[in-house]
């Protein structure tokens, strides 16, 4: 495996790209399992720092996504009570799961300063995107 460093600046070169080539893509990151404890820890990003660098299972859009391994497409994240606000210029969110050995071991989150611009070909292709990152964890 490679070291912990260069997975860090590959999954960062990944956020870059993504960040910079699709529009409504404007803060991108990865959150992961942190040890054995029951939280998320921020990996590398690209947009606003936030203040969000561990969360909760269960807490927010992202520790929901930790408990049910699922995507989660929010339209409006105004329309969400469980819900962990990083800046006031987002509108939308999407949070699809990592999965190694089919253990859910992290996941990828963009929000969107657009409302509701997510579809299923977004879906589709963040999920291709967790499983070539999966391949270099
Ligand atoms: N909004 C997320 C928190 C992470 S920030 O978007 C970077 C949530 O509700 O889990």
């Not at 799961?97 to 611009?117: A, H, K, L, M, R």
Request: contains cysteine; proline residues 4%; aromatic residues 10%.
């Amino acid at each position: 495996n490679d070291s912990e460093s260069e997975v860090n600046n590959r999954l960062f070169m990944v956020c870059e790209l993504l960040e910079a080539h699709i529009d409504y893509y404007n803060w991108v990151g990865f959150y992961f399992k942190n040890g054995d404890k029951n939280e998320l820890k921020l990996g590398p990003y690209v947009g606003e720092p936030t203040d969000h660098t561990i969360i909760p299972f269960g807490k927010g859009i992202c520790g929901q996504v930790a408990v049910s391994s699922e995507n989660f497409v929010v339209p409006d994240v105004h329309a969400q009570d469980n819900y962990l606000s990083c800046s006031i210029t987002v509108k939308a969110e999407i949070v699809v799961p990592i999965f190694v050995n089919g253990e859910n071991i992290g996941q990828i989150d963009i929000d969107s300063s657009t409302i509701d611009p997510f579809t299923e070909a977004d879906e589709r292709f963040l999920e291709f995107v967790c499983k070539e990152v999966a391949k270099i964890l």
